[in-house]
């Protein structure tokens, strides 16, 4: 891993004062970190419990639970808290993940579903126009550049999506100057914008109609926006804790392993599985010095084996040599018997030979002999080596890439239960309390406008209006900062879903950001490749070189079900092997230069008898056959019976036969010119004999009788005989092949008991390797991954964006709401306190009138009539004139 120069590059900025930089001190930090890990691998609950901090904890493998009281174990096993977390939020999970095979290739039902807003989402990643989230990751995995200043330009492209946020800091600002307004007279004397009104005015009939009505509209648009955001909030809820149900279900499926649906072994388990099979075949460990000593004492059926196939094999070659052929258009039926029919023109036979072996391949020595071959070839020596150092290698390769999801995937969620659950309250309080204060605001706003409206005062009074907008102005706060901040969130979501599934979670991105992820072995990246990307392979042996390794187990599987198979067949086998030794003997014996006569070129003779007829003197039944040993038998005529057929008894007699004749047959006479002179029919067949004469002729050498040496190292001769010694090559080679097979049935029987001790030292090797090649497949690991974005990307993101939007839309027609309720009570404010100050303005200008006329007057009577005929609006000329005059005064 250090010849990479990004890892130099790290180990230089990481290593200690006065170390040297570069090569070595990366390979001493990974040594370092290598004795760390391994030294703090933890499997059982009480050394979880001798971790007490929250990093030794999650470093040695364990889970640290901090919502557990501190006087009690903190730091937990796996297994334990995997299957509370998945028990805790599966059961709150409103559409539970459905079982997945370890091995499908398929996708499930689920993953098919597509919301609604995935159009809006779509529409959110082309406002940003490109990958920032990528450009944002890519910057701070690069060593040399600065991820901080990365961050803040990132945090400055979420600026257009954070307006609602600025527009919760603005609405504040203007409430507190709205409050100023309110509590202090002064600000409405002197702001030109919200300036008090010089006299008391009444409100027009359209203008409280306009006001009725959108208040009326606009209030029933924020009912159903709460209504909404009920429904909405119960949405993020249930996306919520779907996603936290698979994350949980995921990290028990792959650390604890599942039983059925999917059938998944387990990290944890599989790392165990590993070690023991490591600790089992530990070259210098008591079982392999034993295992080694059985099969070095189960030498003979090796031996025994190898020479009877060598025998066999022999003898199928010769047979098959001489079979190919005619000899003076004469075939060795002998051959064809012993090895089969090997003539291209007619259908192929099986021969004794054949019989033996399959019955022989079927045997319980074929068997013992697979199983000896397999263990001695990979369970020893430097074959021996390679398994137990890819054994190693996994395993570190496994617990990395454990290390790598427990760290960065599965500690920000498992073991938050308590967090989950308190978070969730305060989410679904903070919007209860907010939708619960908008109906209370709307409510306050109706009671004051109808307060204004029945009101019989002369002034009514504006504390309802402001009581109305104050509680208005507080929830438009809380509106636009969840929506802001919801809306803000939902970008970064959006294109980090983008990121994990085009870019991370794939072949190159394993490559890329292994080292942001910890994936910092080889191993590790091709399990992630395998087991997490949607090209994998979901074989998690062949990604840890255990397919090829682990070979083994299924050769000796197969030779020890053939064993199986070949005890059940029991004597039944071993007859039927016997029976075709018996009958390749037999043949041998009687039939071991049986030749017969097959003309290829010359026309038929006359008597159909002459047609296979063979080499012997006398007459001789056809040989039985292996198949059909009890069908009917023809005969096959010799060479007295012959020549009495070429021109009839007494004209001609065989050199090699026994009946006597005027002219001899041997393979020079009669002449060509004698043969030539004869009918067609006597001519052919006198052209047969002589062929007959020729392969019978002693010291000819046409036949092959090689001859092999049955032992090592099975030197093999090639020579050539005439037929009697054929004969006698045909005899041998039979013989050596039924000694070879008599002494492996009797090695085979020897050897039993050497066997059965030999299974039982291989049992806890072949169950562990059997278990590690068939309970691996993870392919389920990529569904559930899937699942996972698809809860996070598919449910919870357009989840809070449609809370976002709908939260948004309140806060717009909150504004118009707070607008109403602001002008209803700036209107019923200032009427009163001008009218009520005109009044003792009014008041006091009168009585100072009184004493200047000294008495009451006719103004005094005057103004007393106005105040009468005006009402309570007291809005006529004369007093408005008084007010000018007071104001003046």
Not at 361 to 378: F, Q
Not at 466 to 471: K, L, P, T
Request: net charge negative; glycine share 8%.
């Amino acid at each position: 891993r250090c010849f990479d120069p990004a890892r130099q590059r790290r180990a230089r900025r990481y290593a200690p004062p006065g170390t040297r930089a570069g090569m070595r001190s990366c390979l001493l930090a990974t040594a370092a970190a290598q004795v760390t890990r391994i030294g703090l691998r933890i499997t059982s609950a009480d050394e979880c419990a001798q971790l007490t901090t929250a990093d030794e904890c999650w470093a040695g493998g364990c889970i640290f639970d901090a919502a557990v009281p501190a006087e009690e174990t903190q730091c937990l096993t796996y297994a334990a808290k995997l299957r509370e977390a998945r028990e805790y939020y599966c059961e709150r999970a409103a559409d539970p993940p459905e079982p997945v095979a370890a091995d499908q290739r398929e996708p499930p039902p689920s993953a098919a579903i597509v919301t609604s807003a995935e159009a809006a989402l779509a529409r959110v990643r082309g406002w940003r126009q490109g990958q920032a989230f990528r450009t944002l990751a890519e910057r701070c995995s690069d060593e040399e550049d600065d991820c901080q200043d990365a961050i803040q330009q990132y945090i400055i492209g979420l600026a257009p999506f954070m307006i609602p946020v600025m527009l919760a800091a603005g609405t504040a600002l203007l409430y507190w100057i709205c409050c100023c307004v309110a509590c202090c007279r002064c600000c409405r004397r002197r702001f030109m914008c919200c300036r008090e009104r010089p006299y008391p005015r009444a409100s027009k009939s359209w203008q409280r109609k306009g006001a009725a009505v959108f208040y009326i509209l606009f209030g029933l648009g924020m009912m159903g926006g709460c209504l909404a955001m009920y429904i909405v909030g119960g949405n993020v809820a249930s996306g919520a804790s779907n996603l936290f149900c698979r994350v949980a279900l995921m990290a028990d499926e792959v650390i604890n392993g599942s039983p059925q649906a999917p059938d998944f072994l387990g990290i944890d388990q599989t790392t165990l599985t590993m070690q023991n099979l490591t600790r089992t075949m530990d070259r210098d460990g008591e079982r392999m010095d034993r295992l080694r000593q059985q099969l070095s004492e189960t030498q003979t059926i090796r031996n025994s084996f190898a020479n009877f196939m060598v025998a066999t094999s022999h003898l199928t070659e010769v047979m098959h040599v001489n079979g190919f052929q005619t000899f003076e258009n004469h075939k060795c039926t002998i051959c064809e018997l012993a090895a089969g029919n090997n003539l291209t023109d007619r259908e192929a036979q099986s021969g004794a030979v054949d019989v033996v072996v399959e019955e022989m391949l079927d045997s319980p020595a074929h068997a013992m002999d697979g199983v000896r071959n397999t263990s001695v070839e990979r369970l020893n020596g430097a074959a021996l080596a390679v398994i137990t150092s890819t054994l190693y290698t996994a395993e570190d390769s496994l617990e990395t890439f454990r290390t790598a999801i427990s760290r960065h995937f599965l500690r920000p969620f498992i073991g938050t239960q308590d967090d989950f659950g308190t978070l969730e309250t305060w989410r679904n309080l903070a919007f209860i309390f907010v939708a619960t204060w908008a109906l209370l605001c709307l409510i306050m706003g109706g009671v004051a406008l109808i307060f204004a409206k029945q009101s019989r005062a002369k002034y009514p009074s504006s504390k309802p209006a402001c009581c109305a907008w104050c509680c208005a102005f507080l929830f438009l706060i809380a509106s636009s900062a969840l929506g802001g901040a919801m809306l803000s969130a939902v970008v970064p979501l959006t294109e980090m879903c983008q990121f994990w599934e085009t870019d991370v979670t794939t072949a190159e991105g394993y490559i890329r950001y292994s080292s942001e992820m910890g994936l910092n072995s080889p191993g590790s990246i091709a399990v992630a490749q395998t087991c997490l990307s949607a090209n994998g392979t979901g074989v998690l042996g062949e990604a840890l070189g255990l397919v090829e390794a682990l070979r083994f187990q299924s050769e000796i599987d197969a030779s020890a079900a053939e064993l199986g198979a070949a005890a059940l067949r029991g004597a039944n086998a071993t007859q039927a092997l016997l029976d075709a030794l018996d009958y390749l003997d037999m043949i041998s014996t009687q039939y071991p230069g049986l030749f017969q006569l097959v003309p290829s070129e010359l026309n038929p003779t006359g008597d159909t008898r002459m047609i296979g007829s063979s080499l012997e003197v006398d007459d001789v039944l056809e040989p039985p056959s292996i198949t059909a040993p009890n069908a009917n038998r023809t005969t096959i005529f010799g060479l007295d019976t012959f020549v009495d057929l070429i021109a009839g008894p007494g004209r001609y007699r065989f050199q090699s036969g026994l009946k006597d004749g005027t002219l001899l047959i041997n393979s020079t006479s009669p002449s060509d010119e004698h043969i030539n002179a004869q009918p067609t029919v006597v001519r052919n067949a006198l052209i047969y004999a002589r062929q007959k004469e020729a392969l019978l002729e002693p010291g000819v050498e046409r036949f092959r009788c090689d001859t092999v040496q049955l032992a090592p190292p099975y030197r093999r001769q090639e020579r050539s005989c005439d037929l009697n010694g054929f004969k006698r090559s045909v005899r041998q080679l039979v013989e050596d092949v039924l000694d070879t097979t008599r002494k492996l049935l009797d090695d085979e029987a020897a050897s039993s008991s050497e066997f059965d001790a030999i299974f039982a030292d291989l049992d806890p090797i072949l169950q562990n390797a059997r278990i590690l090649l068939s309970k691996t497949a993870c392919r389920f690991m990529w569904w559930r991954w899937k699942g996972v974005l698809q809860s996070l990307c598919s449910e919870v993101t357009p989840s809070i964006l449609e809370a976002g939007v709908v939260w948004l839309t309140m806060t717009g027609m909150g504004y118009v709401i707070i607008f109403i309720e602001y002008k209803v009570w700036r209107h019923l404010r200032d009427n009163r306190v001008v009218g009520l100050e005109q009044e003792r303005y009014a008041k006091k200008f009168g009585t100072m009138r009184k004493f200047q006329n000294g008495g009451h007057g006719e103004d005094e009577h005057a103004l007393e009539d106005h105040h009468g005929h005006n009402g309570h609006n007291g809005h006529n000329g004369e007093q408005l004139a008084l007010a000018h005059h007071a104001h003046k005064e």
